[in-house]
């Protein structure tokens, strides 16, 4: 007797098995990206302007959200806020994951003393509390979108540099990066062309995750007033603001709140819901 399992299957896309999860997830990112992208032109007042004669104003046709503590629109800070959280957390993911990355390839071809030293240089910079280096790091030097995005990617480095570096040392002692040392390659070669294309997969899925890590960072450097200065603010500074009207005008948090969750928990679905020949290196 055959049976037909009553499970349904994922849909095929170019190839490949996609989730309705994951397609989901997709477009949430994809939407508060293109927020991010064109937000100035978007935001129907700017987001210094008090446009409301009441603090912590209720939701109207004129202000979709209501207002903050000080009057001013609280979409448009929203809608700018976005700007600032997705541009800062990506500038800064890109920068860690390739530095991270390049060392981690470097100190597993190489090894010997270069790998050691690296290592447990890495080691000790990730044995530091990352919230306290940053509390330290922002304190000392002064808030603003460099140092920000610098703190941060020093900050997740360490766990790129690891992630790779163990990727790469697999790879490093397999038959056809003999051969390639063997014709007398250089090391650039080695890393860009023989080990770079067998890990990219892997690697761009730890490049989500640590955006995921980094937006949560910088909404908890935000919240502690550590992120970006008034008037403008990522979302993590927007709950900051509003927090003592959360009992009077609910939107001014809970929309910050929830705008945090849903980009990160939608990174985490789309990483968990992708195909598998893009997530495995060995499918």
Do not use: H
């Amino acid at each position: 007797m055959i049976t037909k399992s009553l499970a349904p299957r994922p849909s095929s896309l170019f190839g490949y098995n996609v989730s309705l999860v994951g397609v989901v997830a997709f477009a949430i990112i994809l939407g508060w990206t293109i927020i991010a992208l064109f937000a100035p032109y978007i935001v129907p007042y700017s987001v210094g302007d008090i446009v409301d004669t009441d603090y912590f104003g209720p939701i109207s046709g004129q202000l979709w959200l209501g207002s903050d503590y000080l009057g001013r629109d609280m979409l448009s800070r929203v809608l700018m806020g976005a700007r600032y959280t997705v541009g800062i957390s990506l500038a800064a993911v890109a920068l860690c994951c390739f530095c991270g990355v390049a060392l981690g390839m470097t100190a597993a071809v190489i090894g010997g003393w270069f790998d050691t030293i690296l290592s447990r240089f890495l080691d000790a910079l990730n044995s530091i509390p990352s919230k306290l280096f940053g509390l330290v790091v922002v304190a000392a030097v002064g808030s603003s979108i460099p140092v920000l995005i610098i703190t941060l990617a020093v900050i997740y480095t360490p766990g790129a540099y690891r992630f790779a570096r163990a990727l790469a040392v697999n790879i490093n002692t397999m038959d056809f990066l003999t051969v390639a040392r063997t014709r007398g390659e250089k090391v650039g070669y080695i890393i860009t062309s023989e080990i770079l294309p067998n890990i990219i997969r892997p690697v761009l899925a730890d490049f989500g995750l640590r955006f995921v890590f980094v937006v949560l960072l910088l909404s908890g450097l935000s919240f502690l007033g550590l992120g970006l200065q008034p008037p403008y603010a990522d979302w993590g500074a927007l709950v900051r603001e509003n927090i003592g009207g959360l009992p009077f005008a609910a939107p001014a948090v809970v929309v910050p709140s929830f705008a945090i969750a849903s980009l990160t928990i939608s990174v985490n679905l789309l990483i968990d819901n992708l195909p598998r020949r893009i997530r495995d290196r060995s499918a």
